[in-house]
């Protein structure tokens, strides 16, 4: 069909290629000898094939000896290319470009592991090490390797799936010829492995093939499976061929699939590069025959025009059935594929990825096997009854993070632990969107903690639950989920009273700005209220020193509200109510900071690392710890390196002096404050640690889910209550990780008040001062030939009266008008006040008899120096 419309499309071609057919038998022996026979006796120039990849690698050699171009159009092996013969032409997609769509779809479903079922041989064995690359750079791995043989029977393939159910992970990636695939997905059907929760991804091999009138049937077996698959371009060449394929072929009972498009594709270009190189006919040149050498390989001859052709062919450029035809390297180029998914009897284009950019298109709706379109988590916990095995730590102290009783432990090793690190697994598994039961197991005081992880590396156990602190050599081996503590390794140090420092302690709570501040503030409300009562309160009046001291006494008094004199004026009044709020924040604020420095009174003995190593003092560590590698690679000797297994055996060691200072992470030393936290102090971490983990193997899909969950945990209150009930058992430590040094306050945490307190009191004077002001208006303002020195010291004056017009003076009044008749009998002195002198013009119009006023004897009062009498 290929050879009739190209030679139809360009009939001026000089060349015509003319076919020599020879059957294959699906056989590498038989595909060899057809080979060898078209070589030695029908002087090709060319040959379509191999078929299969296990049929290539003689027929490849055959081709570098006799320079004649291979060109396979069904080959796909990556396994062909390290034969490195330039021969060899792939019109076919190499199988390392799909696993790059196979890798995009695993991680946009984010499922971690992978079962890989192939078959064994070139064909199946060559794509596995690219296909565990690919799956590593997305996270991924594969589990476990699956491998069945050609002539595998149902038993073997029956028992190998039921090996395979057995097993967590329920991703399988199937790569193998239809004819054996086929089989293994019965069987898995047959055995409920195409229920919901499976997942079967098929490899292009397999779904280029689905579709043929040959397996039409087999779409029902592969209900919800999904397939990796070439991306072929629509177009109206593509759809006249398939019609008129499905005619000729429709008595074999099969169409034309995309191998057919290449083998299509390949003879195009094969009759282009002919034609390119302009010769009529391809001769060989005779091979050298020794005497020795009677084989038929040896007489093979050397076809001369073989590198022409092979550099034509590489040049090639069209755009074909299958769609751009371009080789690099001598291998086809395409990097899109069609992600399908079986649905009955169709097949559903639900994506597509570029494996070269790795960019995937948004998938479509999904029908997983069992009908589901929930998306397969991708593994299972309970598979056949199993439980989770998880081992615990069997500890000498520090039970509040994990407590064994080996007495209860039944003799399998199976227990329930008890502990803060096992309250935050449990609660953690909780959490999880599906049901993981646990099996606690012991174990006996490990060493150090790298044996307890290296059970779970070697497969004993499916998790640890425990004290387990994330280090890098740990991580190397074993998966750990977010941290559930707070991380770093602190120094602990006893602590010392700094008595002959606190002569003047009293004066630490606040700073000199505030003190100042304060004072001043103490002088000016003080003035401001002998301002407003002055005129109007026998409080605030009296001689001069009299006066300045009932200010400051009454100002400097609101701090303990023991000020006797009353306060009568509105304005003053509400001067004094905002001034009492400041001084009540100000001296609570003021005692609190002083109990807090006070209690802080204490000082560590030792700061530094350096400290302790120059001075060779003996530190504390946990036994089993990393720590003790840690100090030793600081410069810590052996011998001045002390274990304790326990908070209590910790504080002996500190109290009676065995060691200067001890080394734990941050966790440790919560337990051991909430016992003895007068008594000793951390100071800053000499060592970065990233806190407690849990432990899972390798890709394990547990670890991300429980990391989700401790993050729940973490933002809710759960993992406050949980370290509450195991961690404090008493009232809370000042905080370990702060500066032991004081911090006093400042000005800038009261401005807000002051600024209040200042802008009442400010406010205050203006509407004293106005409405004083307005009462004397006609001094200021009527007598205008007056200096205004003289208008402001009469003011003055005015000002040191008595304000007789205030309720205060006239309730006296009243009072004085009802004295008994004995009280009143004294004749009352006369005054005579003269107003002020005008000028001419305003004296003859205004001008008015003396006044008299009636004044009490033991008034003080400043007269004008005119007109009294």
């Known amino acids: 069909m290929s050879l009739s419309d190209f030679y139809e499309d360009h009939p001026k071609y000089r060349t015509r290629l003319v076919l020599h057919v020879r059957d294959s038998m699906e056989d590498a022996v038989q595909a060899s000898a057809a080979a060898l026979d078209l070589i030695k006796n029908e002087k090709v120039s060319a040959i379509i094939g191999p078929t299969s990849s296990m049929q290539a690698e003689f027929m490849i050699r055959l081709a570098k ?24 032409v792939r019109a076919t997609l190499n199988d390392v470009s799909q696993v ?120 029902e077996n592969i209900q919800g499976l999904l397939g ?22 429709e008595k074999d009972h099969a169409k034309p699939n995309v191998f057919a498009l290449w083998a299509y594709d390949s003879i195009t270009a094969l009759a ?152 935050v697994f449990e609660a953690a598994l909780k959490k999880l969107p599906y049901s993981v039961i646990p099996k ?4 006996k005081s490990p060493k150090n903690y790298d044996d307890l992880v290296n059970q779970v590396h070697n497969g004993r156990w499916d998790a640890v639950a425990g004290d387990v602190t994330i280090r890098l050599n740990r991580s190397l081996y074993v998966d750990f989920t977010l941290p559930y503590t707070e991380s770093g390794v602190f120094m602990l140090v006893p602590m010392k009273d700094k008595e002959n420092k606190n002569t003047w302690v009293f004066l630490e709570p606040w700073g000199i700005d505030l003190w100042v501040t304060t004072g001043c503030f103490f002088v000016f409300i003080g003035f401001v209220v002998w301002l407003l009562e002055h005129r109007v309160n026998d409080d605030f009046r009296g001689p001069p020193h009299h006066q300045i001291g009932t200010s400051f006494w009454f100002s400097f008094s609101t701090l303990n509200f023991a000020h006797r004199e009353k306060v009568v004026s509105n304005l003053a009044r509400f001067v004094v109510v905002v001034w009492c709020f400041v001084v009540l924040v100000l001296t609570q604020s003021y005692t609190a900071n002083l109990t807090s ?124 209550n949980i370290e509450k009930n195991w961690l404090v058992r008493q009232s809370p430590c000042p905080d370990p990780s702060t500066d032991l040094s004081h911090n006093r306050l400042g000005l800038s945490s009261f401005w807000g008040l002051f600024l209040i307190a200042g802008l009442a009191s400010f406010l205050a004077l203006v509407l004293f001062l106005a409405n004083f002001l307005y009462e004397q208006r006609h001094t200021l303002f009527e007598d205008s030939g007056i200096p205004f020195l003289r208008k402001l010291m009469f003011l003055l004056r005015i000002f040191n009266e008595k304000d007789r017009k205030s309720h205060m003076f006239k309730e006296s009044a009243v009072h004085n008008r009802s004295s008994p008749p004995s009280t009143q009998c004294t004749p009352r002195p006369s005054v005579e006040i003269i107003p002020w002198p005008r000028s001419p013009s305003q004296s003859q119009i205004r001008e008015s008899e003396p006044r008299r006023v009636s004044l009490d004897q033991s008034e003080d009062l400043f007269t004008p120096t005119t007109g009294t009498r």
């Not at 000896?65 to 330039?86: D, H, M």
């Not at 606690?440 to 174990?443: A, E, L, P, S, T």
């Not at 009676?656 to 008594?679: G, H, P």
């Open 65 to 88: 000896k006799s320079q004649v171009p291979t060109i396979t159009f069904s080959a796909t092996s990556p396994l062909l290319t390290s034969i490195n013969s330039q021969y060899f």
């Open 100 to 219: 790059r769509a196979i890798a995009a779809i695993v991680k946009s479903f984010e499922w971690r592991r992978v079962i890989a079922i192939y078959v064994d041989n070139e064909s199946g064995e060559g794509m596995m090490p690219y296909l565990i690359i690919a799956l590593q750079d997305v996270q991924a791995s594969v589990v476990y390797k699956s491998v069945i043989s050609l002539e595998a029977n149902d038993d073997q393939i029956e028992k190998e799936l039921y090996k395979l159910m057995t097993m967590q992970t329920r991703v399988f990636v199937l790569h193998m010829p239809p004819n054996l695939g086929f089989r293994v997905i019965q069987k898995a059907r047959d055995i409920k492995m195409m229920e919901e929760g499976y997942v079967w991804l098929l490899t292009d091999e397999m779904t280029n093939w689905i579709g043929s009138n040959e397996r039409g049937s087999s779409l």
């Open 228 to 249: 990796v698959r070439s991306y072929i371009p629509q177009s109206k060449e593509l759809e006249h061929f398939r019609l008129r394929g499905k005619k000729k072929f």
């Open 272 to 423: 282009m590069a002919v034609e390119k190189i302009s010769i009529k006919t391809l001769e060989y040149d005779n091979g050298r025959v020794s005497s020795k050498d009677m084989t038929d390989m040896v007489t093979l001859g050397v076809s001369r025009h073989g590198p022409s052709l092979l550099k034509a062919l590489s040049d090639v450029r069209f755009k074909g059935l299958a769609g751009e035809f371009k080789l690099i390297n001598r291998e086809l180029e395409s990097s899109t594929f069609e992600i399908i998914n079986y649905i009955g009897n169709k097949e559903r284009i639900i994506g597509l990825v570029d494996s070269k950019s790795e960019k995937t298109t948004a998938f479509r709706q999904v029908t997983w096997p069992g009908n589901s379109t929930v998306v397969p988590k991708g593994w299972e916990i309970s598979t056949n009854g199993k439980k989770l095995i998880v081992g615990v730590p069997v500890k000498r102290g520090f039970f509040d993070f994990v407590s064994v009783n080996t007495k209860k432990s039944i003799t399998n090793g199976e227990t329930t632990p008890t502990g803060y690190s096992i309250d």
């Open 440 to 443: 606690y197991v012991h174990f």
């Open 597 to 720: 420095f006070l209690i802080k009174r204490l000082q560590a003995t030792s700061t530094t690392v350096e400290d302790l190593i120059r001075n060779g003092d003996t530190v504390g560590y946990q036994r089993g710890s990393f720590v003790h590698e840690l100090l030793k690679n600081q410069g810590f000797q052996e011998s001045k390196l002390k274990a304790y297994d326990s908070s209590e055996e910790c504080h002996m060691l500190m109290s009676n002096r065995t060691v200067s200072a001890a080394f734990d992470e941050v966790a440790y030393f919560k337990v051991v404050l909430s016992q003895f936290c007068s008594k000793y102090a951390m100071v800053e971490p000499s060592f970065k640690s990233a806190g407690f983990g849990f432990v899972f193997p390798k890709n394990s899909p547990l670890t991300s889910d429980v990391s989700k969950a401790i993050l729940s945990l973490s933002e809710g209150n759960e993992m406050k």
